[in-house]
Nanobody, 123 residues
């Protein structure tokens, strides 16, 4: 069993940056791909980014490509989402989840989910 805890959310002005962290417990963390997802008020949850078990493969939603960077440190059981050039439309609760691979994560086929961290971008 893997438990995930997100952190790093907060209030930032448009054009600013935040780094989210997804800390995992459990010895099997390094076997999983990890994805970031977000859900804005009144909208469905959407895929943001994913990284495979080794960190050698990543994929992004078109809306964040070139602005967000996903990375992982398996020694620390942590995955990061560096968010730059933030826009008001990035405002959402951000969740991380484990998945079998980046393709499954891109289809929102998460296995274990965290409780989320709120990101608010002001204009």
């Amino acid at each position: 069993q893997v438990q995930l805890v997100e952190s790093g959310g907060g209030l930032v002005q448009a054009g600013g940056s935040l780094r989210l962290s997804c800390a995992a417990s459990g010895r099997t963390f390094s076997r999983y791909g990890i994805g970031w997802f977000r859900q804005a008020p009144g909208k469905e949850r959407e895929f943001v980014a994913a990284i495979n078990f080794s960190g050698g493969s990543t994929t992004y939603a078109d809306s964040v490509l070139g602005r967000f960077t996903i990375s992982r440190d398996n020694a620390k059981n942590t995955v990061y989402l560096q968010m730059d050039s933030l826009k008001p439309e990035d405002t959402a609760v951000y969740y991380c989840a484990t998945g079998n691979n980046v393709f499954a994560l891109k289809r929102s086929l998460g296995i274990h989910w965290g409780n989320g961290t709120l990101v608010t971008v002001s204009s």
